[in-house]
């Protein structure tokens, strides 16, 4: 069993940045792939980003590539999303997930363990 905590969301401006924190818990993260997923009112959820367990491998929607940018920190069971030039199209929940293994998907079904989820608003 997993437990996902996600933090970090919040009201920004057109152009701004926040970082989203995901503290995971309750097993090894090591044997863990994570990912991003958003869902905004009345659309299905969507992958954002994901990385690998030896963090050599990332892979992003192309929305976002070149703005945000995942990382993990695999001794404080962390992974982190930064999100810069932000836009109102970017306004979603944004959830962390884990999937058990290696292999990065980008498939919302592939993945075992979900945070509750953070709010992240872009103003115009």
């Known amino acids: 069993q997993v437990q996902l905590v996600e933090s970090g969301g919040g009201l920004v401006q057109a152009g701004g940045s926040l970082r989203l924190s995901c503290a995971a818990s309750?097993?090894?993260?090591?044997?863990?792939?994570m990912g991003w997923f958003r869902q905004a009112p009345g659309k299905e959820r969507e992958f954002v980003a994901a990385i690998s367990l030896s963090r050599s491998t990332t892979y992003y929607a192309d929305s976002v590539k070149g703005r945000f940018t995942i990382s993990r920190d695999n001794g404080q069971n962390t992974v982190y999303l930064q999100m810069n030039s932000l836009k109102p199209e970017d306004t979603a929940v944004y959830y962390c997930a884990a999937r058990l293994g290696l292999v990065i998907s980008t498939t919302v079904a592939h993945y075992d363990y979900w945070g509750q989820g953070t709010q992240v608003t872009v103003s115009s």
């Open positions: 309750g097993r090894t993260f090591k044997n863990i792939t």
